[in-house]
Nanobody
Framework: QVQLVESGGGLVQAGGSLRLSCVAS????????MGWYRQAPGKQRELVAA???????NYGDAVKGRFSISGDLVKDTLYLQMNNVQPEDTAVYYC???????????????WGRGTQVTVSS
């Protein structure tokens, strides 16, 4: 089993920045992809950004140019730098990990409990 723990969420004003962190522990040796998804009230979960070993990072259309994913799949750490946040970025942000790949489909082997991000206008 793999445990994922997110941190860094909170309240931020529109136009501001926030940095989320995720740490994986447990049986992480098979993990090849880690990423961030988000879910706002009444909406479906959507891809924010993901990293897969050997591939370029991929981003959801809504955050391209504003958010940046980074981390180390060997050290099992993941970050999401969120710049110029907007009220529509308000959501619960989940860290995810998979043994193969992460994409827009939102299928992952492991999920964190999520961290709330609220953007005030």
């Amino acid at each position: 089993q793999v445990q994922l723990v997110e941190s860094g969420g909170g309240l931020v004003q529109a136009g501001g920045s926030l940095r989320l962190s995720c740490v994986a522990s447990g049986s992480t040796h098979n993990i090849r992809a880690m990423g961030w998804y988000r879910q706002a009230p009444g909406k479906q979960r959507e891809l924010v950004a993901a990293m897969t070993s050997g591939l370029s990072p991929n981003y959801g259309d809504a955050v391209k140019g504003r958010f940046s994913i980074s981390g180390d799949l060997v050290k099992d750490t993941l970050y999401l730098q969120m710049n110029n946040v907007q009220p529509e970025d308000t959501a619960v942000y989940y860290c995810a990990a998979d043994q193969i790949i992460l994409g827009t489909g939102g299928n992952a082997d492991y999920w964190g409990r999520g961290t709330q991000v609220t953007v005030s206008s």
